[in-house]
Every structure is written in structure tokens, then in C-alpha cells.
């Protein structure tokens, strides 16, 4: 990211387009703010809100993710800092990967195929929602090293369509299969019931107004169209109508999923199975005794339950429970290598972020997804070595402080969080 060798000295060095991207939007928060002004309130919205009003939770996961905090150690030698990690078998480039998110492309036009092919550049994770905007075929196309299948359980005519795109997402060589568990019912996502958002869209005054206060991406959203559920066309019919496919979206998919079916779909799928959104120990128990691969510490990015912990404090809970049994997977504010660090520092193995990327592509459209995938590589080598560690390993095992870690007794039940101590 720094540009040419010959570029000078000091942080603002460098004439590539990289160097004055990095210059312009060193920081999450520079593309966030990018992103509010570039493209239209509803899909803004959208992306960067939660649940509930106000999307307290979304600010908890914040609040307990900077509570986090690495002790670090000096006068050694930091000259090679290793990023590379092996999940499932496979090496990447850094401990970090795109999260699902559904229908981004109503953020820019092509947001799922510019963060697939940022996530192939820098051989990390890309994991596909099933209501993404470009096909699961094309997705896999254009990262064959990277690409990964989320699944939301479809439970009518018994998981017939589940069980397909299970089917589809071997056959385009997924390297791992999610299975989202903390969505058994949609809940009330205030900003979106107020900007009145609905696919197809429907011109309403406020939606055309917010349209019309966004046009570079209302030119761009004119000249390559509105966003459509790829994945479900086949479900429905290849003539149907971008109104009858939404409708179909909105019947049929929820999580839907018990533990019978995590069971018949690990005896479907042949590679790594990850669960994502569980938070509680004897969840991860139960998953780790069914065969699953990893487990996905989430709270849906704060966009589910508001009353759930953050993600980062039950890291500890969970990974102490499995053990080593299985992986453990992270998303929950992660905007920065830093914050990759404390993930891995209390117990995670991977970490993802989905509104660090999304919103980077708001901000810079094409340029956006390879820009964000460059900062978080370059952010996690200095983070470690300033913080005195030289691997993912050592990031493992550093000194951190955690004062909001949940702790649970041997039955289960939440005893509160922890005094700030030490974890070697």
C-alpha cells in the first residue's frame, strides 16, 4: 500500500493510486464517512444499522471490542512478521476474511464480485451470502481459492431448496459451508421499516428524494441495474419476475434450521462445516459432538437480538469449551488489524468483517474491496509487531486484558464477566 521504492520517506510517501487512496481513507471511519455521502440513505442504512432503534447493539459491540486490551512486549526481534494461517486445510494469506452479507449490491453494483476478487488477490476467505447479487457460480469463478458458501435454512418441502444449494455449492467447489443459525425469525430493523426499504424498489417521495441526494450512485445503479436474488431464480422460475423471486425470498427464507437438520447436513457435505451465531458454551458442545468443523462466534453484527452480549466477550466462554476440538471463527466490529489482534488474542482462530468491506466499497466503488483488503494485511503486520509478536501463534498466546469476558459455570449458566486479569 506504501507505493513506489522510490516514493521518499514518511507515511503520506507514494504516487500509486494505492498511495492516495491510503492518504485520502487510512481508516475505517474515513470510508464510512465516504460511503454516507456517496450512496443513497436507505442502503447506507441498510448496511451500517442494526436492530432495534438506535442499534444500541451495534455500538456495544463497539464499546466491549475497544475494552480489549494487548500488553505488549519488547526488545525483540520483529525483522519477519508471518500473517499467513491454515484454516480447514488451506493457507491464507492473514487471519482475516469477508463476512456474508445479503444484498449488497444495493450498496454498489457488483459489490459481492469486487470483494470475491479482492479476497482471491490476497488469498483470504470470502464467504457468499445465498441472497447475494451475483451467482453463486460467477462467485466461485472469480475466487476459486477463496470462496465460501453461507446457508440460511429453507425449510418448506423438507429443506428441498436448502439441500440444492448445498448440492450447488459443492459442486462450484466451496471450501467451506455456513450455516447460519441466529436468524429463526426477523426482527425489527427500525432505520429500514422507516426508509421504507423493499426490493423491487417502490419510488415512494422519501426513496425518491434519498435517490436523488446520491447521484453518482444512482447513475451507476441506472447503468448496470437494481440488484436481484441470483441464487433464487432457479427456485422460482427462470422467467419470473424480479417481484415474484423477492416475494419467494421473503416466504422461504429464514434460519429454519434444529439440530436434526445440522446433523443431516453435516452427513451432506463433504468439506468443512462451520455454525455461525452461536454465543452460548453448551451450543458449541453440542455442535463439536455432530462433527462440525468450526464454530462462528457472532451476534449478527448487532443486526438480530439486542439483548445479546457482544460477540467479543464470549470468545473466551467458547473456545475454552471446545477445546481445540473444532475452530473458532469471529465477526462482531472487526474495522481494523488491531482489532483482528484482540480477536485472536482471546481465543478466535479467524476473524471477518462485513461492514469494513461493504462500506469500502460504497466509498470507492471497484477500488473499495482491494483497498480494504490491503489496509487490514498491512495494519495486522505492524500491530503485531509493535505489540512484540511474530505469527499468528504468538498473537495466540499474547498477554490481553479482557474485562468483559462472560464467564459460565460447569452447568451452563452465566456468572457475569470478569476482573481485568491477565491471560498468558
Known amino acids: 500500500m506504501s507505493g513506489s521504492q522510490n ?12 498511495a492516495d487512496l491510503r ?27 442494526g436492530v432495534g432503534d ?36 488451506r493457507e491464507y494469506n492473514a487471519p482475516v476474511g469477508v463476512a456474508p452479507m445479503g444484498n449488497i449490491g444495493m450498496i454498489w453494483p457488483g459489490c459481492d464480485a469486487i470483494l470475491a476478487a479482492a479476497a482471491q488477490a490476497q488469498r483470504i476467505p470470502d464467504c457468499s451470502a445465498p441472497v447475494a447479487n ?16 453461507q446457508l440460511y435454512g429453507l425449510p418448506a418441502d423438507n429443506h428441498r431448496v ?19 443459525l441466529d436468524v429463526p425469525q426477523r426482527q425489527k430493523r427500525v432505520h429500514d421499516i422507516r426508509n421504507g426499504l ?97 464454530i462462528w462466534v457472532s451476534n449478527h453484527g448487532g443486526r438480530q437480538f439486542d439483548a445479546a452480549p457482544s460477540s467479543i466477550d464470549t470468545v473466551p466462554a467458547i473456545a475454552a469449551s471446545v477445546g481445540g476440538r ?22 478466535a482462530d479467524m476473524c471477518f468483517a462485513g461492514r469494513a468491506f461493504v462500506l469500502s466499497v460504497g466509498a470507492l466503488g471497484e477500488h473499495g474491496g482491494g483497498h480494504q483488503a490491503a489496509a487490514f494485511l498491512e495494519e495486522i503486520r505492524t500491530t503485531f509487531a509493535q505489540a512484540g509478536v511474530r505469527s499468528v501463534e504468538e498473537a495466540k498466546a499474547c498477554t490481553v486484558l479482557h474485562p468483559n469476558a462472560v464467564r459460565f459455570d460447569p452447568e451452563g449458566n452465566a456468572l457475569g464477566t470478569e476482573a481485568p486479569r491477565p491471560r498468558a
Open 7 to 18: 516514493a521518499g520517506w514518511g507515511a503520506g510517501a507514494g504516487e500509486t493510486l494505492a
Open 23 to 49: 492518504r485520502k481513507f487510512p481508516t475505517f471511519n474515513d470510508l464510512q464517512r465516504r460511503a454516507k455521502w456517496r450512496i443513497s440513505r436507505f442502503a447506507y442504512d441498510f448496511v451500517a444499522g
Open 54 to 89: 438506535g442499534a444500541p447493539n451495534v455500538a456495544h459491540n463497539r464499546e466491549a471490542m475497544d475494552a480489549v486490551r494487548i500488553v505488549p512486549r519488547y526488545a525483540l526481534d520483529v525483522s519477519s512478521i508471518a500473517t499467513k494461517t491454515t484454516l480447514f486445510g
Open 134 to 149: 451475483v451467482g453463486m457460480e460467477e462467485l466461485a469463478r472469480i475466487a476459486p481459492d477463496s470462496f465460501w458458501f
Open 162 to 180: 436448502s439441500v440444492d444449494l448445498i448440492q450447488r455449492a459443492e459442486a462450484v467447489g466451496a471450501h467451506a459451508l455456513v450455516l447460519t
Open 198 to 294: 423493499q426490493l423491487p424498489w417502490k419510488y415512494r417521495p422519501k426513496t425518491v428524494f434519498q435517490i436523488a441526494t446520491a447521484p453518482l450512485w444512482a447513475l451507476e445503479m441506472w447503468r448496470k441495474g437494481a440488484p436481484q436474488f441470483k441464487n433464487m431464480r432457479k427456485y422460482v422460475g427462470e422467467n419470473a419476475s424480479d417481484m415474484e423471486i423477492a416475494a419467494f425470498v421473503q416466504k422461504n427464507m429464514t434460519t429454519g434450521v434444529t439440530w436434526d437438520d445440522i446433523a443431516r447436513f453435516r452427513d451432506l457435505w463433504p468439506r468443512a462445516l462451520v455454525l455461525k451465531g452461536l454465543q452460548h458454551p453448551a451450543d458449541a458442545e453440542r455442535a463439536v459432538k455432530l462433527g462440525v468443523d468450526g
Open 326 to 347: 473444532a475452530k473458532i471463527l469471529y465477526d462482531g466490529s472487526i474495522r481494523s488489524g488491531l482489532d483482528v489482534f484482540r480477536a485472536l488474542a482471546v481465543g
